[in-house]
């Protein structure tokens, strides 16, 4: 696969944590490459090591073997202060916790990652972004005064209006009602077809069939992938998953 094509490569990352009751591995040597212009959902039973992995790809934390790389730069090599600056450029985050700040209307949380690294704002690309989540006569409002599902659609107009390379995504339907959970689907659907790369890590099926890819793990391990499938078929597999006592035995 040419690397001009690949978004985010994960080279053996595992990550283990340390606690009183000694070492816990989150992950196992995972290796895996995103490809541009693609959503992919990651699931597995609960422990199974899916944030840990969104965690690690996105800079958030660091493995404890392995190598993360979004694009050409690899994340292993940057300090930390290179690396809060690379994720504003070159990230999105959209998390089930929406992360928008009160005090600020829907206007400044989506032109607010573009402040913080010393960027102009373009006033016309930030009502564009409100306008392509159907906010745009709401950009004067402040989170309290939106509903969930606007709020997350404000989350989402800020990684419109930046453009970043990879949209990280976490749950983001997790708190909404499913018809509103559609609309939010819809709209990191769209991301990816105008370019833009969306890992989501979610536990519902539904949510799951609107990606190119589903990556399923198991006991830090990347255990089965399935591309293009419907619900049902994300829903059986991760019964059969459930069901394995294994983490990669039966898989493919």
Excluded at 123 to 152: K, M, N, T
Excluded at 170 to 182: M, N, S, V
Excluded at 204 to 217: N, T
Excluded at 224 to 231: E, K, S, V
Aim: charged share 25%; net charge neutral; glycine share 10%.
């Amino acid at each position: 696969m040419p690397t001009d094509t690949i978004a985010i490569t994960l080279d053996g990352v595992s990550r283990t944590y340390h606690s009183r009751a000694g070492q816990v591995p989150a992950l196992r040597g995972v290796t895996h490459r995103f490809r541009r212009g693609t959503f992919t959902a990651v699931m597995g039973p609960s422990g199974s090591g899916k944030s840990t992995l969104l965690q690690l790809a996105a800079g958030l934390d660091r493995p404890s073997r392995g190598r993360v790389t979004i694009g050409d730069t690899d994340l292993g090599r940057l300090d930390e202060t290179a690396l809060t600056s690379f994720r504003r450029t070159a990230m999105a985050f959209v998390f089930q916790s929406y992360n928008l700040l009160d005090a600020l209307t829907a206007y400044d949380n989506v032109a607010l990652p573009a402040r913080l690294a010393g960027q102009p704002i373009d006033r016309a690309a930030v009502l564009d972004a409100l306008r392509r989540v159907g906010l745009h006569d709401l950009a004067h409002r402040r989170p309290p005064e939106l509903s969930g599902g606007q709020q997350q659609r404000v989350a989402i107009a800020r990684a419109l209006y930046s453009r970043p390379a990879v949209l990280f995504a976490d749950e983001p339907t997790g708190a909404l009602d499913r018809g509103t959970g559609r609309v939010v689907l819809h709209l990191l659907r769209e991301v990816a077809d105008d370019g833009q790369t969306v890992v989501m890590v979610t536990h519902d099926p539904l949510a799951a069939s609107y990606a190119d890819e589903v990556l399923f793990l198991a006991d830090g391990r990347l255990v089965a992938r399935l591309h293009g499938a419907d619900a049902a078929q994300v829903a059986q597999r991760m019964n059969d998953l459930e069901r394995v006592t294994e983490p990669d035995g039966g898989q493919r």
